[in-house]
């Protein structure tokens, strides 16, 4: 479950941004962006809503792979579009995943919801289900390719995607989902699937049951 201290918030006249500690994984597309008065490493507070045009902070949050940045518009410009529902496998690191989602706990319980997430799939966060980058220290290795599959024919995916992080077993994934390799070669549709999140699986991004064995709750 998010641990809602960790989340912090910065209230502009314009747009208010959303911080969730818990879900970042310091990918630093924020304070290398071109909004240096906006995020400000080492500064407390180092998020300033007042910085930048909403416009501006709308695009560079939108930009945050794990979600971990968010934000609520007050001048009545857009709210952040909804993407199809897809899934990318990152190169020796995290499952990108974009949509209308739904992050619960094996209880059922929601752990996060929005368009943006970035979820270990090495098996060895400190963080899980989110990514943090533990896949540099422990050397992943998986290219991010996807094999071409049969899928159903004619699938949008499009719709809530509802994504259960089993107790020592895959993500559960609920819904319309395009599976792409990370050179956007090749695109697996799926209604309804399960993502390794051990990174043991002979057919990544998918299940393969590898995780038997394995307590990544523990990992």
């Known amino acids: 479950m998010t641990d809602k201290t960790r989340i912090r918030t910065y209230p502009g006249d314009a747009i208010t941004i959303r911080y969730d500690a818990t879900r970042c994984m310091h990918a630093a597309m924020c304070v290398n962006s071109r909004l240096k008065e906006v ?115 004619g699938l949008e995916p499009r719709g809530p995607l509802v994504i259960t992080v089993s107790h020592n077993g895959p993500l559960s994934v609920e819904g319309r989902l395009a599976v792409a390799s990370a050179d956007g070669r090749s695109v697996v549709y799926r209604n309804n699937t399960a993502l390794c999140r051990c990174g043991r699986s002979r057919y990544k991004p998918f299940c393969d049951g590898s995780h038997h064995g394995v307590r990544l709750d523990e990992a």
């Open 39 to 153: 995020f400000k490493l080492g500064d407390k507070p180092w998020i300033d809503p007042s910085g930048a045009t909403a416009d501006d902070i709308a695009d560079v949050v939108e930009q945050c792979p794990s979600g971990a940045l968010q934000y609520e518009r007050h001048d009545g410009g857009p709210d952040e579009a909804v993407p199809d529902n897809r899934a990318t496998p990152e190169p020796n690191g995290a499952l990108y995943v974009r949509g209308e989602l739904t992050l619960r706990d094996a209880q059922g319980r929601e752990i996060a919801r929005g368009t943006r997430l970035a979820l270990c799939r090495c098996g060895y966060s400190e963080d899980k289900p989110f990514c943090d980058r533990s896949h540099d220290r422990v050397g992943f290795d998986d290219d991010g390719t996807v094999d071409d599959g049969f899928g159903p024919k």
